[in-house]
């Protein structure tokens, strides 16, 4: 059984942050453990307050799981503090010394109903220490305006804010997620610096809650399974799509997508696409 490791936030309804990166997990057959990052009080409704968790706390965790289940694919999510992201910089950088291992981080720094998760302080240690770290980045549109300084609102400034990112790595794949386009297209800048577009389909349902984190989730684990470019983004964009197709309302606000969905079926994630 290939272990993979979630670092990201909690989210007490389960539509995304680690509870929904282990579901992910568990429905492409592989392991998940999860380093918490934060605290959030949150529902379908939205968010009402986050808390970071210590600094000290995260990295003895890193530390505690690299020793007994090193991960074979790391998926990094919502870091709440500008000292979380140091923390998990620096664990980065003493595993990479050792073994390779892909990355994927999902650039959490604001939830879907706008409370700030990450401040600036924050932000500007990721892009400094963090990206050039990781092999994989897959910001939205507003996330990728965050991090690049660009005001990204199309298809052209998608492309011109994957370059801007893609200058902060080396190696880095950059997906920019459309999915608060008209037509939701996913962009992908690969690290060779070829762009390609991911045709998306508009799915009418509420349950779209924690998209992000699934797809980033979704993501890792098509590239430990050995995908790689516009196939591992594809079938991990069709994976997301079908969980969003498939999905019971619950709540009285966004809810989560069906991200078990293949095991509903009695299926491996894996074998579909």
Request: proline fraction near 4%; charge should be negative.
């Amino acid at each position: 059984m290939r272990t993979v490791l979630t670092i990201a936030g909690f989210d007490p309804s389960s539509g995304a942050g680690v509870t929904a990166d282990l579901m992910v997990f568990a429905a492409h057959g592989l392991f998940g453990s999860s380093c918490v990052t934060g605290l959030t009080v949150q529902s379908t409704l939205g968010v009402r307050s986050t808390t970071p968790v210590s600094s000290d706390v995260v990295q003895e965790t890193l530390d505690c799981l690299e020793n007994d289940l090193p991960a074979v694919g790391i998926k990094i999510g919502m870091l709440a503090s500008a000292a979380n992201v140091v923390v998990v910089a620096e664990f980065l950088e003493r595993v990479r010394a050792v073994r390779a291992v892909p990355v994927v981080l999902d650039p959490v720094v604001r939830s879907s109903s706008g409370r700030e998760l990450l401040d600036d302080a924050g932000v500007e240690v990721l892009r400094k220490r963090l990206l050039p770290l990781v092999d994989w980045v897959t910001p939205n549109l507003a996330e990728a305006g965050v991090l690049t300084g660009l005001l990204v609102r199309g298809r052209e400034e998608m492309v011109e804010a994957a370059r801007v990112l893609q200058t902060k790595g080396s190696g880095l794949n950059v997906v920019v997620t459309g999915g608060h386009l008209d037509s939701p297209d996913d962009l992908l800048l690969s690290a060779e610096g070829d762009a390609t577009w991911i045709a998306g389909e508009r799915i009418d349902s509420r349950s779209t809650h924690g998209t992000g984190c699934v797809f980033s989730s979704a993501l890792l684990s098509r590239v430990v399974w050995g995908d790689v470019g516009q196939d591992a983004v594809g079938k991990a964009k069709e994976y997301v799509a079908e969980a969003i197709r498939r999905a019971v309302p619950v709540g009285g606000g966004v809810g989560p997508v069906d991200s078990l969905w293949p095991l509903r079926k009695g299926l491996a994630a894996l074998e579909f696409g």
